[in-house]
Each structure stands twice: as structure tokens, then as C-alpha cells.
């Protein structure tokens, strides 16, 4: 009688993604970070983050291993003062393409915006400009794409599929029930569907804050119990500054996970479009919408006093965030009127030019060259004026003016200067329609409170930083 042995096991897929975003920092008129005292000894936080995150990574050549998305906004930036550091996350895309034959990086909209609480244009718009931003950056189309906050609902994942974005990746609570293999589909309207990728969330959290990186062998144990347990597909995901900016040292311990994966039997170091190229049909899933990984209330932290806020310990409010949202929806509206009314003779092609923006918001000479090339004749800087104009109203959304405890902050001030940026565009072409439209928009920001009664409002704020300030 003959046996036979029975095949080893096939090694567990193990798929690391790190979200790396800042916010701009650009002061809108001079595109030129402005000294930030509390990030020293460097003179902003986009310098200190690099430094400890951003570099070690790409000399280390992490991002060949590493899945990742890299916000447009923080590429540009690097791209202008770092582009070595830039460089290191496209060869690593290239080179996970040539060992994978899909690479590691994912695509992000343009602005972090919380796509739910945007119309449907906004969504298009977002998600098209960061597309296009991609493809100039890594040189060929993304198959998948990550959502802000991975915020999302219906509507959202309907604009990311008519765009043939094949995938995104969620938090374990935003499906009603994680499908066993990581990896399910959603069926859309129009015979669409998009495929979601369900991270773990324990494994997740236990990087993100910490405990999976103290001692030598915690994380890698992790990785081993979930293919122990079964796991096909075993993907984490955070903040990629977690890697050296949120925990020092973690950037290393990173390198050290990396390494011991690509050696182990039962492990092997994938990317989501490689999992997702032999996946077959996952299972359908349902979308519990409207839902995010930063808020149990859906997506309430950037619209409401939800109760979510980063220091539950102190006595404050966010009052401010409807108020904010409202005023700054309301400029919205104001100002795609005023390019509804201006462009046509100026711009041509004015909705699809809205589109293109993304071929050049993120190259480091900004919109200018693109604003030459759709401009009517004579009309090149009025042409320039409301392509900024319309970039700015697009950042006012950057969710972390909604994210944090009081509308003080500098991340809120940075979304009211571009509100001033526009305003300002808009001024030189439409005196009297910029007039009015900040006069209503500054009486709606004195309804949003700040917690310290001596600064009063951001209606304050505003006019301390940006009232009157001009080209």
C-alpha cells in the first residue's frame, strides 16, 4: 500500500499598507510653507515628518515591500523639496510591479476630502483629479484607490467604479459581515460592481498604536497566529507615519517585519492588486453606509458635535463643526457660480477644463502651464485666477479642519486661508461679487465658537489672519 504526502499549505498572503498624507501647509499666495515654532528643531512639520518617517523609509527601500497610498498634496510637496525621497516611493511601485506584476501603490483623490458629505460632481471631481495625478506620478492607471478617513458610502463607491477603479479597503465595521477571505464585492447600480478589501482590524490596531511593536517578536507572532488561524489573506493598515513619526523606532522595527516575512514559509509579502488578480468572484458584501475608521458616528466628526475628539479628557466643545461646514458650503456655492458666469470666454471648455485640473495641480510648477494651455486668447492670467480660484474651493474641504477639538487650530485656519485665496482670485476679475460673498461668508463663520472666549469665532480668526490680505 503507497501513501502520499499531502501538499504544504500555501503561504498566507500578508499585504502591510500604510496611508501616508499631510495636510497642506502651503500658505495660497506665496505656495510656500510658513515657519511652524512647534515642529522644531525643523522649521515646518512637513520637514520634521520626513525626517523621521518619510526618508528612513525610502533609503531603507521600504516601499518596495509596502503597500501604500501617498496623498497628491504631500507628493507635490516632496516631489519640490525631497524628490529623492519622492522617487523612492515610484521605484518601489516599479519594482513591486516587476516582482508581483501589480504594484504597491493606491491611488487617493486629490484633496482629503470626506467624500460622502460631497455631491456627486465633487466626487467625480476629487476622484478624477487624484486619478490623473497618479498616473502622472507612477506612469501607469491604479487599480485601486483610498478613500479619506476610508469614508465612504453607495454613492461614493458608484463615482470610484464608473471611473474603473477596481477596489478600495475598509475598516472590519464598515461591512456587515467581513468576508472570510479579506477580500468581497459590492454590487452598484448599472451592472457595476467594485471589490472591498476588509483589513484586520486587531492586527491594525495594535500597529497603529503600539503594542504589535514592542518586543522583537510580537508583530511577526501576530502575522503567524492569524495564518495559524487559517487566514488566506492577512492585511493590516494604518497611518504610514506610524512608521517613525508616531512611534520612534517603529520604521526599523517595520524593516525587521518585512524581512522575516519575505523568509517565512507560511508568509509571503503581497500587494492588494495581486491578491485581488487571483481572487476569482469574492463573496458579496454589504456596506454599512455612511461609515469611516475615525468616527463611530458615520461620518458625524465632520459636520457635528459628535462627541468624537482627540482629548475626550478636557472640557471642550465642537460646536463649531456644522457652523464651519455650512459657511464654507455656502462660499462653495458662491464661487462655482462665479465660474459658471466667468469662464465662458475666458476658459475653454470650462466643465471639462474643471476635470483637467488634475493634470497639473500636483506637477511642482502648479496650474500655470495647464491655464496657458486652455485659456482663451488674451485671457491667459484671468484664465489662471479661476483655476486657482476653484482649487482653493476644493481644499476648503481638507477634513482635518473638521478632525480635531477646536476651529482654532492650525488645520482649520489653513482651509480658511484658501477660502481667502479664492476670494481674492475672485476680486480681481469680480470686485463686487467677492465683496459680497465674504461679507456673508465671515457672518456665518462668527456662528462657529472657539473654546477660548478670547478669540470669540473663526468669523475672528478670519478676519485676524485674512481680511484684506491681497496679491
Partial sequence: MTGTSASPPSP????????????PREDPWTDRIRREPTAAPFDNWNERIAAECYAPLAEAGAFEWLSFDLGPTLARWLEREHPNVHDGFVRGDRASRARLGQ??????????????????REKQTEVRWGLRDFERRFGRP??????????????????????????????????????????????????????????????????AFGALLEGRDTWIDGLQASAHGGASLIALATDG????????????TLMRVISRV????????????????????????????????SCAHGVERWRADCGCRLAPHLDS???????????????????????????????SEPRRTLLQLGEGLGAPAGLAELAREVAEEGAGEDTLALAEMMRDRAAMF????WFFDDVAGIETTQVLGYAAHALDRLGGLAPARAAELERSFVEGLASAPTNDPEVGSAAAIYQREFRGRRE
Fill in 398 to 401: 481638507t477634513s482635518c479642519a
Fill in 142 to 207: 491604479p487599480e485601486g484607490l483610498w478613500l479619506p478617513e476610508t469614508a465612504v458610502d453607495m454613492a461614493t463607491l458608484e463615482v470610484l467604479a464608473a471611473e474603473g477603479v477596481a477596489f478600495t479597503i475598509l475598516a472590519p465595521h464598515q461591512i456587515a459581515e467581513p468576508p472570510p477571505g479579506g477580500v468581497g464585492r459590492i454590487r452598484l447600480g448599472g451592472g457595476r460592481e467594485i471589490s472591498v478589501f476588509v483589513y484586520d482590524g486587531g492586527l491594525s490596531h495594535g500597529v
Fill in 317 to 347: 466643545q465642537q460646536r463649531w463643526r456644522a457652523p464651519l461646514r455650512t459657511a464654507l458650503e455656502s462660499l462653495a456655492a458662491g464661487l462655482d457660480d462665479a465660474y459658471e458666469t466667468l469662464a465662458p470666454g475666458r476658459v
Fill in 103 to 120: 504594484g504597491n501603490a493606491v491611488a487617493q483623490p486629490y484633496h482629503h476630502i470626506i467624500l460622502p458629505l460631497a455631491s456627486r
Fill in 241 to 252: 507615519e506610524t512608521f517613525g513619526h508616531h512611534h520612534r523606532g517603529a520604521d526599523r
Fill in 12 to 23: 498566507a498572503a500578508v499585504v502591510i499598507h500604510g496611508h501616508f498624507y499631510q495636510p
Fill in 262 to 293: 519575505r523568509t517565512h514559509r507560511e508568509l509571503r509579502l503581497e500587494n492588494f492588486a495581486s491578491v485581488l488578480a487571483r481572487a476569482g468572484a469574492p463573496p458579496q458584501v454589504t456596506l454599512r453606509e455612511p461609515s469611516s475608521w
